[in-house]
């Protein structure tokens, strides 16, 4: 994937690695398991051309985000990870794919 803004964002005490490129509408990409961001390096320079803010987490526990060390740190409650920080970014117009 192309050089994007990298940052670590800390939820629920995890860190997240996030990855954001190009400006305009904010699309989230969310990879499953077992992948990592890295899963839509071919749709991220598309989108960012074409006008779109492309913010890609790797979720907790893949990637260059944290793991948290007890299976019950991956319940669904828990894993909402994308909740926790979108949230702080109120002025995000959220469009899922994934």
């Known amino acids: 994937m192309s050089a994007g803004q990298s940052r670590q964002v800390t939820v629920g ?3 997240l690695h996030v990855e954001e490129h190009g ?3 904010p699309v989230l990409l969310i990879h499953g398991w ?4 890295y899963l839509w390096r071919h749709q991220v320079p598309f989108l960012a051309s074409h006008g779109f803010r492309v913010i890609v987490p790797d979720m907790r526990g893949l990637g260059r985000s944290d793991r948290p060390p007890e299976v019950a740190d991956y319940q669904r409650n828990k894993a909402a990870d994308p909740d926790g920080w979108i949230g702080g970014m109120r002025k995000l117009n959220r469009r ?3």
Request: no cysteine.
């Open 13 to 15: 005490g995890v860190r």
């Open 23 to 25: 400006s305009g509408t």
């Open 34 to 37: 077992p992948d990592s961001g």
């Open 96 to 98: 899922f794919r994934g």
